[in-house]
Structures are given as structure tokens and as C-alpha cells.
């Protein structure tokens, strides 16, 4: 079964500690660099027994964990998210669903992956792991009914 955090759960971030280290993550075993994800209520506590336990950490491995915890633009993916307001249509939401139904192409709402959706309302999701046919005839429909739209 898929992880749930128990901190994702109803009522229960308010209660949660969530403990993490670069050991875990990314296999660095022996590494001691991890991190703790609380409510400020709870961290105090986190606080004090960490100036107790923790004497050193070696300088390297600090700059190497901010390394490996940067994120970084991607020089690669499947995915192309575009703003669809010129096309005038509400939301991601209406958009999608237009495509969908006049144009027969798929794109996925970005609205979906915000923790506020209003902020995803205006850009979609394409895909183009697809082979080069299904690309071209996509954008082909597109520019036949997108295009009258306009």
C-alpha cells in the first residue's frame, strides 16, 4: 500500500512530528543529517533534546545535504504546463473539460496539485510522452478549435 503520513491525517498535524534524515531519503548511511517537521508548538521541546545530543555535524556533509535538498530546474520531463486565459474559458477546470469534449485532446487541470487551487486556475498540463503521430494530430485539433476560439 502507498505511505500515508499520519500528519496528513484529520486533526493530527496539530500532534505530529514528522522525522526525516539524508540516511532515509537518499541511502547515506551513516550520514547523522536529518530534520523534524512540527507544528512551532511542538518544537521546542525538539529543540532543547537536540542542543543535548547533537555535538557536531561535519561541515562537508552540511553543504552536501543543502545540495541534495535544493531543487533545482529540470533539465527534462514529460510534461509542458501552459496558460490557457488567452483562450478565455473560467478555470483549468472548464478548460480541460472543453478540450476534452470539442477538441478531443487531454490536459490535466494544474489546480489539482495546489494546496490553494485558485493559485492553478489558470495554467493545464500536457503531456508528451506520446509518439510523434499522437503529438501532431493533438496539435492539429488544437489549432483547428482553438484557434476559432479566439
Known amino acids: 500500500m502507498d505511505h500515508i503520513s499520519i500528519a496528513s491525517l484529520p486533526g493530527m498535524y496539530e500532534r505530529t512530528v514528522t522525522l526525516n534524515s539524508l540516511g532515509k531519503t537518499f541511502s547515506l548511511t551513516g550520514w547523522k543529517i536529518g530534520w523534524a517537521i512540527a507544528p512551532p508548538h511542538l518544537t521546542w521541546g525538539i529543540r ?14 552540511q553543504y552536501a545535504a ?30 480541460c473539460e472543453y478540450l476534452i469534449k470539442e ?12 494546496l490553494n487551487p485558485e493559485e492553478g486556475k489558470n495554467l493545464v498540463r500536457f503531456t508528451f510522452c506520446k509518439d510523434e503521430e499522437t503529438l501532431r494530430t493533438a496539435v492539429e485539433r488544437m489549432k483547428k478549435k482553438l484557434l476559432k476560439k479566439q
Open 103 to 114: 477538441v478531443g485532446v487531454v490536459a490535466i487541470p494544474t489546480s489539482v496539485f495546489y
Open 66 to 95: 543543502a545540495t541534495a535538498l535544493r531543487v533545482y530546474p529540470s533539465s527534462g520531463t514529460y510534461f509542458v504546463v501552459v496558460d490557457h486565459t488567452p483562450l478565455g474559458l473560467e478555470n483549468d477546470v472548464a478548460f
Open 48 to 61: 532543547q533534546a537536540h542542543s543535548f545530543l547533537t555535538f557536531a555535524t561535519s561541515t562537508p556533509m
